[in-house]
T-cell receptor, first 116, second 111 residues
Framework: GAVVSQHPSRVICKSGTSVKIECRSLDFQATTMFWYRQFPKQSLMLMATSNEGSKATYEQGVEKDKFLINHASLTLSTLTVTSAHPEDSSFYIC????????????FGSGTRLTVV | GEDVEQSLFLSVREGDSSVINCTYTDSSSTYLYWYKQEPGAGLQLLTYIFSNMDMKQDQRLTVLLNKKDKHLSLRIADTQTGDSAIYFCAESTGGYQKVTFGTGTKLQVIP
């Protein structure tokens, strides 16, 4: 149980296009989801906290207009990378807090984005 | 599918050693990681170990791997209040392959 499904797992897109990444909680409601980005040989960096029904909270240095987050339902949060550039190529992963299951966090399987 | 499990909570006294345990199911795991998340911050990679290693030590941190039992542990010597955080165990088969995380262990250090 407590599975977060992230889709797609890999995507290649052209510069200037937009890419949407979905994060879906399959058997629980997630009022809060987190979006991370991993740079090569570095740790996961928290990009933003996604709250159902309200605006996402972005970490310092993360461009809100470039990384659009929508959390319209209790089971789905999306991250859209707009006007993608090669430097946006990275590994993106979402996470949800298991508030009703004693705590802890569950992670999606990640999305490998390559912008060419 | 792959699964990584760890206990949710650990409380220790300042100056004692902390041992955070993790079990995983994927026998093809190549890399095993320990991440630290402080309140309001992102995940910080603490250390990692290759599956062909039994132990790795880095200052106050010691990672032990029992590949046969698929058991990973993180020992923090002389635990300080600044070590209070959530610690995530994770595994992958390498590079930018899928990374599977545990649910995190919240470490509380009592002064």
């Amino acid at each position: 149980g407590a599975v977060v499904s992230q889709h797609p797992s890999r995507v290649i897109c052209k510069s200037g296009t937009s890419v949407k990444i979905e994060c879906r909680s399959l058997d629980f409601q997630a009022t809060t989801m987190f979006w991370y980005r991993q740079f090569p040989k570095q740790s996961l960096m928290l990009m933003a906290t996604s709250n159902e029904g309200s605006k996402a909270t972005y970490e310092q240095g993360v461009e809100k207009d470039k990384f659009l987050i929508n959390h319209a339902s209790l089971t789905l949060s999306t991250l859209t990378v707009t006007s993608a550039h090669p430097e946006d190529s990275s590994f993106y992963i979402c996470s949800a807090e298991l508030q009703l299951r004693g705590g802890g966090y569950t992670f999606g399987s990640g999305t490998r984005l390559t912008v060419v | 599918g792959e699964d990584v499990e760890q206990s949710l909570f650990l409380s220790v006294r300042e100056g004692d050693s902390s041992v955070i345990n993790c079990t995983y199911t994927d026998s093809s795991s190549t890399y095993l990681y320990w991440y630290k998340q402080e309140p309001g911050a992102g995940l910080q990679l603490l250390t990692y170990i290759f599956s062909n290693m039994d132990m790795k030590q880095d200052q106050r941190l010691t990672v032990l791997l029992n590949k046969k039992d698929k058991h990973l542990s993180l020992r923090i010597a002389d635990t300080q209040t600044g070590d209070s955080a959530i610690y995530f165990c994770a595994e992958s088969t390498g590079g930018y392959q899928k990374v599977t995380f545990g649910t995190g262990t919240k470490l509380q250090v009592i002064p």
